[in-house]
């Protein structure tokens, strides 16, 4: 038998914000992506993540079990997080709501 985790009742809390300027959002232990030697599914650099990712189906994309998951958002903003937590005040959930409480102007290049 698992453990039994109890959570409150309370709604959820805001527990911050996240900034998305890149169309898309991952979920994961940074530690299995930052580093050296990446794992493959996710590209040798950022140029490839971002083209394996454009391309990913379905949205969300799962990642090797349990390396992360990326959602592509399609458009570019800050988004509220929100956490609930067992009676301990462990965190036991989280939520982001993909709509944006600011929209972020398109990054573009400049030339030197």
């Not at 005040?89 to 290049?109: D, I, M, N, Q, Y």
Request: net charge positive; hydrophobic share 35%.
């Amino acid at each position: 038998m698992g453990i039994v985790v109890k959570v409150r009742k309370e709604n959820w809390r805001k527990g911050g914000i996240v900034s998305v300027d890149s169309g898309m959002l991952w979920l994961g232990d940074p530690s299995y992506v930052l580093h050296r030697s990446p794992p493959k599914e996710v590209g040798k650099d950022w140029d490839d993540f971002c083209k394996i990712n454009k391309k990913s189906q379905p949205n969300p994309k799962q990642f090797r079990k349990g390396l992360g998951v990326n959602f592509l958002l399609g458009a570019d903003g800050v988004y509220p997080v929100y956490v609930r937590k067992d009676a301990r005040g462990v965190v036991v959930a989280v939520k982001v709501e993909f709509t944006p409480l600011h929209s972020l102007p398109t990054r573009r290049r400049v030339k030197r």
